[in-house]
C-alpha cells in the first residue's frame, strides 16, 4: 500500500491556477491532551509522531489568486506518556474529508507559495491503547469515536519542474474538537510537514 501511495507521489502534480489533482504525504507531530474529571483528577500529557496522507482535487475560484481543494486524508495520531501511576500508548489512524481555501501570495515563474484555511472532518478506523499491562480497543471508546472537527491552517510552496508539474512542501497546524460529550476529556494538537505531489488537469485563463 505505502508503494502505491509513494509512485502516485511521484506522478501527481498541479498548479495553483487550474483544476488539479494533488497527492501530499509526511508526518504528524501531535500533543495529546488527557483529563479525566474524577475527584481525584489526573492529567496526562503525551506526544508522538505519525503518518499522515491526502489526495485530493484542486478548482480555481472566482477571485483571483484563491482556490478551494477538497480531499481526503488518513493520518496517524499516535503518542506516549507517563504519569506518577501509569504508562500510556497510543496508536490510531482516522479517516477523514478535508477541505480548505487556499490564497497564493506569492509567485514566480519557478516558485509559488500560498496560505491555506478549512476544516477536516474524520473519524477512527482504527485505535489501540496499551495501559501498563492491558490493552484496549479504542474505535468504540467515546473519547476518540465519533465525528472529529479539526480547523486547519497551513503554508504551502510549490517548485515548477515540467509543464503541467510542481513539487510542494508545506506545513499545517491543526486542533482536534470532538462532538461526543464525554468527562474525559481527549483533544490533540498536530503539526504536519507534508511532501507532495500536483498533476494540472487544463490550463487556467488567467495564465
Known sequence: MRKILLLLTLLMCSSIYAQGVFFKMGKNYTSFSYKNITPQTEKIKISGTGSSYELGYTLPLKYKDFSWSSSITLNDYNATGESRNNNLEWKTSYF??????????????????????????????????????????????????????????GVNGKYFISKSGYLSLGCNFTKSMSLNPTPEKVSFNTFQILFGGYFELNKDKHL
Open 96 to 153: 477523514g474529508l478535508q477541505n480548505t481555501i487556499d490564497y497564493q501570495f506569492y509567485d514566480s515563474f519557478y516558485f509559488f507559495i500560498s496560505a491555506q484555511a478549512g476544516l477536516n472532518l474524520s473519524t477512527i478506523i482504527y485505535g489501540k491503547q496499551q495501559l501498563n499491562n492491558s490493552t484496549n480497543n479504542l474505535t468504540s471508546h467515546k473519547d476518540f469515536s465519533g465525528l472529529i472537527i479539526q480547523p486547519v491552517l
